[in-house]
């Protein structure tokens, strides 16, 4: 339910909000696009130059930055796709299968959303050691497989959007249970899945601690050779703020092409009175 | 033949089905949270000597430890100014959104905008827009006839700039989940109020909020794990880069911060351990003060 009608004050105060949200991105921009020179400047440059290809070279010959971009595509690729399967999977037994400490074992997932994974980086480390892991990509693939959340979500959605008649209808035709998730459950699940994908995505695209913490600086994610390309001793601005600009296009692109779905499905996931 | 085929299946594929999520969270997240516990009572060096049992001595150590001391402070400083400030933009913002503004779906998306961004991305972006000399904060801060702040070394001014980082972030993603929450309140009940003559500002007080009291706590809870987890934004606003000093005197580095110099520089494993149980602790105890607290606040007006 929408309250009153929107005034010019409400408008302003929006559109203030929202030039505030993507100042910081144009400004990154601006500096990206110049020479570290004239960023020095007293009165700093509004405008975009005409350096961004430049600076974009020099990111490329200071960090492997398209391996960095193609780990990251392998990373949250693979995070993704896993993610969204076995969440689906998992919530399709949670939600439509009768099996015996169903109730305690869901508790459980949704327990462990409380649980702060990060505090354990230490030993994960030395697990992912102890594998033959450390710095390769498994390490930052493999605890990501599967989430607590992407489960729960998929639950709730499952309960709602298949209903249990097109489910024994398919175990009567002689579907096996996988079968019937294959063929029934996931076409009717394509919108939550979708967001759940997208948010999986971007939460990887975006990921930096652990990712700093198992890969060194030779096999990088994007995030990890961002911010090696600042560890110098000098910053050149334009030139780490071109790498900044260059890595964050694929997500705002996801974010532009897709945004209408992702808003619709935080709206739709949120806790509701 | 094919009866007990398709018995079997129905009582154990579903755990099959549930069992990935089990192995993969036992695997990489219970069992590092327990490890942490055992590791936290060694002396543990990587790559040093064999690791020695030293008991409780590396809690002991951490208490006389002044450094954390001050990276607890600091965590709490920027956690309490970023939570603070964002959930009430997030409610007033969402109060905005939830009249009929055209588009709905447009504004909405610009709000979210900053959640797309990569956190590292940001953190050097707002490193550069809070510099000393060059920074454009402080090139306003002048045109408007301020003095410039040193932004990182001074301790609160630290602070104050690594929270807008988080406010920047945040602010539109929890206005939208306040948003749905508010879309959900049914208008008769508005309606009865407007009868009984209610003014906006009082049926904001007493409706909307109290009925926002779930969503509230939810985003109070998250926000708390978060926040006091922080990481990625006092990493980078250091102005030596690579730096995990927080400032040339710690005076923004935060718990995570100092978990990860304890570990992965100083090679500590021992002593990180144990300030990764500490900071747990502290989670815990602050989302149960948050909890009962939003619970009291948002509960005005009943």
């Keep these: 339910m929408s309250v009153g009608k929107p005034n010019a004050t409400v408008y302003g105060l929006l559109l203030a909000f929202v030039l505030g949200s993507a100042f910081p991105f144009y400004w990154s921009f601006v500096v990206a696009s110049r020479d570290s020179a004239t960023v020095s400047q007293r009165v700093p440059p509004l405008l975009p130059g005409g350096n961004f290809f430049a600076n974009a070279a020099k990111v490329f010959d200071s960090v492997p930055f398209w391996k960095a971009l193609g780990n990251s595509m392998i990373v949250a690729g693979t995070v993704t796709v896993s993610t969204v399967l076995l969440s689906t999977l998992a919530g399709f037994a949670f939600a439509k299968l009768r099996f015996r400490g169903r109730g305690v074992l869901f508790v459980a997932v949704v327990a462990t959303?409380?649980?702060?994974?990060?505090?354990?980086?230490?030993?994960?480390?030395?697990?992912?050691?102890?594998?033959?892991?450390?710095?390769?990509?498994?390490?930052?693939?493999?605890?990501?497989?599967?989430?607590?959340?992407?489960?729960?979500?998929?639950?709730?959605?499952?309960?709602?959007?298949?209903?249990?008649?097109?489910?024994?209808?398919?175990?009567?035709?002689?579907?096996?249970?996988?079968?019937?998730?294959?063929?029934?459950?996931?076409?009717?699940?394509?919108?939550?899945?979708?967001?759940?994908?997208?948010?999986?995505?971007?939460?990887?695209?975006?990921?930096?601690?652990?990712?700093?913490?198992?890969?060194?600086?030779?096999?990088?994610?994007?995030?990890?050779?961002?911010?090696?390309?600042?560890?110098?001793?000098?910053?050149?601005?334009?030139?780490?703020?071109?790498?900044?600009?260059?890595?964050?296009?694929?997500?705002?692109?996801?974010?532009?092409?897709?945004?209408?779905?992702i808003v619709a499905g935080i709206m739709q996931g949120a806790v509701k009175g | 033949m094919r009866?007990?085929?398709?018995?079997?299946?129905?009582?154990?594929?579903?755990?099959?089905?549930?069992?990935?999520?089990?192995?993969?969270?036992?695997?990489?997240?219970?069992?590092?949270?327990?490890?942490?516990?055992?590791?936290?009572?060694?002396?543990?060096?990587?790559?040093?000597?064999?690791?020695?049992?030293?008991?409780?001595?590396?809690?002991?150590?951490?208490?006389?430890?002044?450094?954390?001391?001050?990276?607890?402070?600091?965590?709490?400083?920027?956690?309490?100014?970023?939570?603070?400030?964002?959930?009430?933009?997030?409610?007033?913002?969402?109060?905005?959104?939830?009249?009929?503004?055209?588009?709905?779906?447009?504004?909405?998306?610009?709000?979210?905008?900053?959640?797309?961004?990569?956190?590292?991305a940001i953190g050097i972006i707002f490193a550069n827009l809070f510099g000393r000399d060059f920074g454009l904060v402080n090139t306003l801060l002048e045109v408007f006839g301020l003095d410039r702040i040193d932004w990182q070394a001074n301790r609160f001014a630290s602070h104050l700039a690594i929270a807008f980082m988080v406010n920047w972030r945040w602010t539109g993603y929890n206005a939208l989940i306040v948003l749905a929450a508010m879309q959900a309140i049914p208008k008769d009940v508005y309606e009865a109020a407007v009868v009984d003559g209610a003014g906006a500002v009082r049926r904001f007080f007493s409706i909307t909020l109290p009925l926002l009291r779930p969503t509230l706590i939810f985003m109070v809870i998250t926000s708390t794990i978060g926040g006091l987890q922080i990481f990625t934004e006092p990493k980078l606003f250091d102005t030596r880069p690579g730096s995990?000093?927080?400032?040339?005197?710690n005076q923004f580095q935060t718990i995570t911060l100092y978990l990860y110099q304890s570990a992965f520089e100083n090679q500590n494993f021992g002593y990180a351990s144990a300030i990764a149980w500490v900071l747990f602790l502290v989670i815990i105890i602050f989302a149960g003060i948050n909890f009962l607290l939003t619970r009291r606040l948002a509960g005005v007006g009943r």
């Design chain 2, 3 to 120: 009866d007990r085929l398709g018995e079997w299946d129905l009582r154990f594929s579903p755990y099959l089905y549930i069992a990935p999520f089990f192995l993969i969270f036992g695997l990489t997240g219970l069992f590092p949270l327990l490890y942490t516990a055992y590791v936290a009572l060694f002396d543990w060096e990587l790559g040093g000597a064999e690791p020695t049992f030293v008991g409780l001595d590396n809690f002991t150590t951490l208490l006389a430890d002044e450094q954390f001391w001050t990276t607890l402070t600091n965590t709490i400083s920027i956690f309490l100014l970023s939570s603070g400030p964002q959930l009430v933009i997030a409610v007033l913002l969402a109060a905005l959104l939830n009249t009929r503004v055209r588009p709905a779906t447009g504004w909405r998306v610009g709000v979210l905008l900053p959640y797309a961004a990569s956190l590292v």
């Design chain 2, 244 to 249: 995990n000093n927080g400032g040339s005197s």
């Design chain 1, 113 to 261: 959303l409380a649980v702060p994974t990060q505090l354990g980086i230490v030993p994960l480390y030395m697990l992912m050691a102890e594998f033959g892991w450390a710095n390769s990509l498994e390490a930052v693939i493999v605890p990501n497989l599967v989430t607590a959340l992407g489960v729960f979500w998929m639950r709730q959605y499952i309960s709602e959007a298949v209903p249990f008649e097109l489910i024994e209808a398919a175990r009567m035709d002689g579907c096996s249970l996988i079968r019937t998730f294959w063929h029934v459950c996931l076409p009717a699940v394509r919108p939550a899945a979708a967001f759940l994908g997208m948010f999986t995505f971007m939460t990887s695209w975006n990921d930096f601690l652990w990712p700093l913490v198992a890969l060194d600086a030779g096999n990088p994610t994007i995030q990890v050779a961002l911010e090696k390309l600042q560890s110098g001793f000098y910053i050149d601005y334009s030139l780490v703020l071109a790498g900044t600009t260059m890595a964050t296009v694929p997500v705002l692109l996801i974010f532009v092409l897709l945004g209408r779905q």
